[in-house]
């Protein structure tokens, strides 16, 4: 099995229910969830002109290599509502991949790790809440020390 970090993400209806449904065909496609951070709310990053996010990590011990699993992530999204507009809108839900393994993969579907979550509170929080002493493979950073580096001043609060 191959332990993979995901990222949910919500700011459009009831999110956490969205986390609960994205967490059960992520279960039953994927693999099973063996860790989840706690949920924090966050105001919008980038188009700032929208409801606050949800965003929880959750580890997972995914049965799938990465490219299947980024294409299921996709199919997982579409079916749940998500709609790929314009950058950085509104969504019903989003799944990043974080980590998969300690494997560094830079395709043009899919970068892991994914390259800006030492810039943003609402990942490096509840990561550090997971998984503080995990030794991010292209940085060669505790998950602690990012999360302490980290410029985003955003405040991220959990819920």
């Given at each position: 099995m191959n332990k993979t970090y995901l990222l949910l993400g919500s700011n459009i209806g009831d999110s956490t229910?969205?986390?609960?449904?994205?967490?059960?065909?992520l279960t039953k496609k994927i693999g099973t969830i063996i860790r989840s951070s706690s949920i924090y709310s966050t105001s919008a990053w980038g188009n700032k002109n929208q409801a606050d996010f949800l965003n929880q990590i959750i580890i997972i011990d995914n049965k799938l290599d990465p490219q299947q699993t980024i294409q299921t992530i996709l199919e997982i999204e579409v079916e749940m509502g998500r709609t790929r507009m314009k950058k950085n809108e509104p969504r019903v839900i989003d799944i990043d991949i974080l980590f998969y393994n300690k494997l560094i993969i830079n395709t043009k579907k899919l970068i892991v790790p994914h390259p800006l979550m030492q810039e943003?509170?609402?990942?490096?929080?509840?990561?550090?809440?997971?998984?503080?002493?995990?030794?991010?493979?292209?940085?060669?950073?505790?998950?602690?020390?990012?999360?302490?580096?980290?410029?985003?001043?955003?405040?991220?609060?959990?819920?």
């Open positions: 229910t969205h986390f609960k449904n994205a967490k059960k065909k943003r509170n609402f990942v490096m929080t509840p990561l550090n809440e997971l998984s503080p002493n995990f030794i991010h493979p292209v940085l060669k950073k505790k998950i602690h020390q990012l999360y302490l580096t980290c410029k985003d001043k955003l405040a991220v609060h959990k819920i």
